[in-house]
């Protein structure tokens, strides 16, 4: 008489491992906690800026000090720049260089120098700190042949990619797009901490995000993330909604409009 072969064995279910700081934030009970006074910013005729604060606070069971490091990156876009060169004694333009993205907005704040609360590696690696924020390469390179090997795609800046780099970096800093404060994280209290995110009039629209890591003995232990929205309002928002929806439509009546000017002024300069 057959038997019936045994049951197979229940299925094992394991759970995915946390990621390296919760599971050191979670070992030991450190961790951190924020929150944004404001998460949408409003941008109308009249902006002129604004001023947000991030507040938090740190759970620190431990007799081991922490430091904590906020950083706010704004909407990514394309950067389009040109260098200006002499050839033949007149200064002309360069080809233009066109990274694919860098971040509209960044900004550091830290209870101290960044460098002296992580290393390099590990800064490098978050992406913590102006030295360290990645931005997107040129688009444009070229495919050449080299060491008998066809099809190698190389960068056309070469070299010279770390130059156009700081070029990003200085023409964003000179428009308050950019900043790195060292003192910019304040403890008022044990544990409780604020930091201001200003926002200059120029600030791009979109989506921001702010992290605020929180590190001990050099490594990060925890990150805390919080969102904020800058949008339009008003007839500045009609205006670019029509613009993105009807682009064709939204260009035809800029060139009416500049056309029925232009020639308004010029009645009113030929009959004075």
């Given at each position: 008489?057959?038997?019936?072969?045994?049951?197979?064995?229940p299925p094992v279910v394991s759970?995915?491992?946390?990621?390296?700081?919760?599971?050191?934030?979670?070992?030991?009970?450190?961790?951190?906690?924020?929150?944004?006074?404001?998460?949408?910013?409003?941008?109308?005729?009249?902006?002129?800026?604004?001023?947000?604060?991030?507040?938090?606070?740190?759970?620190?069971?431990?007799?081991?000090?922490?430091?904590?490091?906020?950083?706010?990156?704004?909407?990514?876009?394309?950067?389009?720049?040109?260098?200006?060169?002499?050839?033949?004694?007149?200064?002309?333009?360069?080809?233009?260089?066109?990274?694919?993205?860098?971040?509209?907005?960044?900004?550091?704040?830290?209870s101290r120098p960044i460098g002296?609360?992580?290393?390099?590696?590990?800064?490098?690696?978050?992406?913590?700190?102006?030295?360290?924020?990645?931005i997107n390469a040129p688009e444009?390179?070229?495919?050449?042949?080299?060491?008998?090997?066809?099809?190698?795609?190389?960068?056309?800046?070469?070299?010279?990619?770390?130059?156009?780099?700081?070029?990003?970096?200085?023409?964003?800093?000179?428009?308050?797009?950019?900043?790195?404060?060292?003192?910019?994280?304040?403890?008022?209290?044990?544990?409780?901490?604020?930091?201001?995110?200003?926002?200059?009039?120029?600030?791009?629209?979109?989506?921001?995000?702010?992290?605020?890591?929180?590190?001990?003995?050099?490594?990060?232990?925890?990150?805390?993330?919080?969102?904020?929205?800058?949008?339009?309002?008003?007839?500045?928002?009609?205006?670019?909604?029509?613009?993105?929806?009807?682009?064709?439509?939204?260009?035809?009546?800029?060139?009416?409009?500049?056309?029925?000017?232009?020639?308004?002024?010029?009645?009113?300069?030929?009959?004075?």
């Amino acid at each position: 008489m057959m038997q019936a072969p045994p049951p197979p064995p229940p299925p094992v279910v394991s759970a995915p491992a946390p990621a390296p700081a919760a599971a050191a934030a979670t070992e030991n009970g450190v961790r951190v906690a924020a929150a944004l006074t404001d998460s949408q910013v409003r941008v109308d005729s009249g902006f002129s800026g604004a001023s947000i604060v991030l507040y938090g606070a740190v759970f620190n069971p431990t007799d081991t000090p922490t430091d904590v490091v906020v950083v706010v990156r704004g909407p990514d876009g394309p950067v389009r720049l040109v260098k200006k060169t002499r050839n033949t004694g007149v200064w002309l333009n360069s080809r233009p260089v066109l990274f694919e993205g860098a971040p509209g907005f960044y900004m550091t704040a830290s209870s101290r120098p960044i460098g002296d609360i992580a290393e390099f590696g590990q800064l490098r690696r978050l992406g913590v700190g102006l030295d360290h924020l990645r931005i997107n390469a040129p688009e444009e390179s070229s495919t050449v042949t080299r060491y008998g090997v066809r099809d190698v795609v190389v960068s056309r800046l070469g070299e010279d990619y770390l130059d156009w780099r700081r070029a990003v970096i200085r023409l964003r800093e000179d428009d308050a797009l950019y900043y790195t404060d060292p003192a910019g994280v304040k403890f008022v209290d044990r544990g409780l901490f604020r930091a201001e995110i200003k926002l200059p009039t120029v600030a791009p629209t979109g989506e921001y995000t702010a992290q605020v890591w929180l590190f001990q003995d050099g490594e990060a232990v925890d990150v805390s993330t919080q969102t904020l929205t800058v949008e339009k309002v008003g007839f500045e928002r009609d205006v670019y909604e029509f613009s993105r929806n009807r682009p064709w439509t939204y260009g035809v009546l800029c060139v009416v409009l500049a056309a029925f000017t232009g020639w308004g002024a010029s009645r009113v300069f030929k009959r004075n």
